[in-house]
């Protein structure tokens, strides 16, 4: 029986690749290893299915199919005696025949078996490595301004042993034996249509021809352990919170020296505790007083950058907005910066001496 890979990802057949994208990463970062209450075979279950679902020709196999047919190895031949012109041979067109109502056009038979049976010749090497995905906070600025994180990741890495060929140290590569180096076996199976030659990867050899003459007692012939990397990562400035980024080749190790898997960083940003951000620009709110906003002064205002002289009008009034010029984020796609936005707030006092009530009762009786 065929796996349910929507049933995996928890979604319905109609789902759009976005969606199965979201419903991907949400379901990786729960099941995650590296997390408290992970679980490995789960967190492969996922990344399988999205494997599938997560490319559209991969995907509609699997609809019509149930599968991707990939484990069957190249395209069928039939033999050499079969003629699909005898078993079709009705009369019509030289490019097609018709038969019990329907036409059967014979350029298009190598395409539609040859889809059923697996496409193309291929080498029938294994997959490359598990993608893998991690989850990182950084703070409000270093997002601003970027930053070079370290990050230990447990993973399937290269055995050091072996460097990934899965052979003991001074011991040799040898052809395998029973696909003759090929990397394939053929099998004939019988059909309706007839008797038909498929090829498939060969089990013994995973598809590369060649095994070792005596298999690394490190990684017992994988090429890879699991391990820990301790991975750099630069975090580029102007990344908003919910941002992922891409590493390419960082994820786990391909057994037999196949290329590694992408490692998928989710990054969070906590809110700040004085500034907001939308897009690159940034938001602030400073408290000024009655006097000042009616006489009007200069006052300081903590940006990013430092404190800046923020100049306020005689006459402003409460919310008023003042634009601060590229003190905003740093932009993650495109050059400058964004603007800082500062919003002044008309401070009433809650405790008045003696002399401030009797001076703001003569405002009181002026009209003010």
Not at 319 to 348: A, C, P, T, W, Y
Request: some cysteine; overall charge positive.
């Amino acid at each position: 029986m065929s796996k349910d890979y929507y049933n995996t990802l928890g979604i319905n057949k109609e789902a759009s690749q976005e969606e199965i994208k979201k419903a991907f990463r949400k379901k990786a970062h729960e099941h995650h290893p590296d997390k408290g209450n992970g679980n490995a075979d789960k967190f492969k279950e996922v990344n399988e299915a999205y494997q599938v679902l997560g490319k559209p020709e991969k995907r509609r196999q699997y609809d019509q199919f149930g599968t991707t047919f990939e484990g069957m190895g190249g395209q069928a031949a039939y033999d050499a005696g079969f003629d699909w012109a005898d078993m079709f041979r009705q009369g019509g067109p030289s490019s097609g025949y018709r038969t019990s109502g329907f036409n059967i056009n014979f350029d298009d038979l190598g395409d539609i078996f040859g889809d059923f049976f697996g496409g193309s010749r291929t080498s029938g090497r294994s997959s490359r490595g598990v993608d893998m995905e991690a989850s990182l906070t950084i703070g409000f600025e270093e997002a601003v301004f970027g930053i070079e994180k370290v990050l230990d990741i447990s993973k399937q890495i290269v055995c050091d042993k072996c460097r990934g060929n899965g052979a003991e140290p001074n011991t040799k590569i040898i052809n395998c034996k029973t696909c003759g180096g090929s990397g394939q076996v053929t099998t004939t199976q019988q059909t309706f249509f007839g008797a038909f030659r498929s090829n498939s990867v060969c089990q013994n050899c995973g598809g590369e021809g060649k095994v070792s003459e005596k298999k690394c007692t490190q990684c017992h012939g994988s090429g890879v352990t699991q391990g820990q990397e301790r991975i750099k990562v630069k975090i580029p400035a102007g990344i908003s919170n919910n941002e992922t980024i891409k590493l390419s080749g960082k994820g786990e190790a391909g057994v037999s020296g196949l290329p590694a898997g992408d490692l998928y960083i989710h990054i969070t940003v906590p809110p700040h505790h004085q500034f907001s951000r939308e897009g690159d620009n940034i938001f602030t709110a400073k408290n000024i007083s009655f006097s000042q906003a009616a006489l009007g002064a200069k006052v300081r205002v903590k940006t990013l950058d430092g404190e800046v002289n923020l100049k306020i009008p005689s006459g402003t009034q409460s919310g008023r907005q003042f634009i601060l010029k590229n003190k905003g984020s740093h932009k993650l796609r495109g050059r400058g910066r964004g603007d800082m936005i500062v919003e002044v707030k008309i401070q009433v006092p809650g405790n008045l001496s003696q002399k401030q009530k009797k001076l703001l009762e003569e405002l009181a009786d002026e009209g003010l």
